[in-house]
């Protein structure tokens, strides 16, 4: 009996959702920077509308607007933002942030680069580092690819190598990653900076 | 109580094991059902109870079939055959399926568990009992929702012989009241002492349907001969 | 936290109500049925088990998608999306371990039950009292299945805060975050939850094995 009860209630709760809310599709990032945290609370006070965020990979977050499912999208690669928008998906589109990249390897790493480009080479060249990549088609993992198409680096090099999902603790001795610099913790890093 | 059988056969997997039987039985009060083991004693039991489809023919009990007029009988197992359950909640099996009320059981049990001399066991778990008391147990509850036949098959098989005059004596009462059993046994003195009619089957087929004196007096085959021997 | 753990509670207790409604009669009728093709139900239901979740999740997601068939409900990212995937998932489990559990109980009450003209319902009845203590024992593996389950809830459910954010999906979070504290004092819950849930599980087994003494 307690459990029927319980049910009730749900569909009770679910159904008595009337007050109005949307759901925003976002990467991953930008709610792991807590901006979310401290912007929504305000947005909601002030019209009185819930945010539902689903944060996602950027690519991930994309299809989940184009089915439909989100009625707002923050994301961060601006090819498929173009396209979207081109598809006539979108109603709007406006900038409102860019990407803080920065390359993040072991505090002894002496090595440094003029850019993400000048990484790809230089790494290319001596096979020196092993550069862990995102592979989950996220922004920052846009990015890498993007860098590589540029220089016509193979995706499968051999300094190069797919993680599900870069977090700090699955970098290790000469590994080096891509990150948006956000809330990570890169102290025990040496970080190199890109925009 | 007539039991008609319109040319009944049972074969699994091509093997005639039962029939063809035409036969047209007036159950007046116990008739035994004798054979050899894999004759097709239990086969035979179960086609007059509907618990297994005949492959072709018909049976009847009157004019009802055997299906539709299965509430109107009991059946006993050979063996210990009960719910994992008290023994109150065995007995009152059938008389859930036939509908009745909860107070309607409750005194009905009170009977029947005096009447099986189980007053004392009847909140304990069926699978404690003995021999002899869970075939007692079997008995009254093929007999609670007052039905007009008992069909029982072997089941004094395993009892010792204390249990098993104690099961007679209960079956000699019902038997008195006016219901009417067909019992399949091994033990022809059993057979003697109860039978007013025997129906003796030997290879899928009854080969005699006779009234109990006759048969014993002067069995028409010779295998019926030999069994009452004991060959 | 906890308002967490009450939710992960909520959405998985009413999946596994809802599965073992379903399951449990169905599962019995599947150990009670002598009809053709049940054999081929009872494979296809148990190799249904190794679903993995995420697919799951994915078809569920597809149906719910706005633009899906069932769109139109707004069901997606919500906990009823969650419940409904975990129903899903679970469903087979109950289904084919109540089959496996009935099935030598019917065994043994079959040719009884027919003598005293049992009908189907009561049949069934009866075959589920008797056995519920091995039935609970299957919704219990299901609950355990459910409440651990991540990879269909995070589709569905979108992990949005406070909303459809679960014990499981809160550790996936926040592990991919670096905050390790809070994913492993969840991943402790959980790990306390299975124990539980096995340990009853002992429990009922033991029970009903008391209850089922073979006679003879």
Known sequence: ???????????ANSVNAEKQEIILSSTTSTQNSGLYDYILPMFTQDTGILV??????????????RNGDADALLVHHRPSEDLFMKENFGTYRYDIMYNDFVLIGPKNT???????????????????????????????????????INLKLTIEGQFFKVLEQTAHYSIRGHDLTLLDRTKQPLAHFHAQYFN | MKLTFNSVCFSQNSETLLGPIDLKLNIRGITNVLGYNGAGKSLFLEICHAMIEPTSGNVYWGTNSAYSSRHLRGFIFQHRVTLFRSVKKNIALPMQTAGWTKKRIESRLEELLCMANLEAKGNDPASTLSGGEVQRMALVRALATYPKTI???????????????EFEKLISKSANSGIKFLWATHNVSQAKRFADDIIFIAGGKVDESNEADKFFKNPRSIKAKNYIKGI | MWSIVALSLRISLSATLIAALFAIPIGTALAMGRFSGRKLIIMFSSSLMALPPVVVGLAIYLLLSRSG????????????????????????????????????????YRRLLKSVNASKWFRLRILIIDARFSIFTAILAGFGRAIAEVGAVIIVGGNIAGSTRVMTTTIALETSKG???????LGIILIFLAIMVNSIMHIFKSMGQKYHRESR
């Open chain 1, 1 to 11: 009996m307690k459990f029927i009860f319980l049910l009730i209630l749900f569909f």
């Open chain 1, 110 to 148: 002496n090595a440094t680069f003029k850019n993400l480009a000048d990484f790809f080479i230089e790494a290319g060249k001596f096979g020196t580092f092993r550069f862990i990549s995102r592979g989950d088609d996220s922004g920052t993992h846009k990015k890498e690819i993007d860098n590589k």
């Open chain 2, 151 to 165: 069909i029982m098959d072997e089941p004094t098989s395993s009892l010792d012989p204390s249990a098993t005059t």
């Open chain 1, 52 to 65: 539902k965020v689903v944060a996602v990979g950027t690519g991930q977050a994309i299809r989940i607007a």
């Open chain 3, 69 to 108: 068939p069932l769109g139109d409900y707004g069901l997606l990212f919500t906990p009823t999306a969650m419940i409904i995937a975990q129903s899903v998932l679970i469903f087979p489990i109950i289904l084919a371990l109540t089959t496996e559990a009935v099935s030598p109980l019917e065994q043994n």
């Open chain 3, 179 to 185: 905050n390790l504290e809070l994913a492993l004092a």
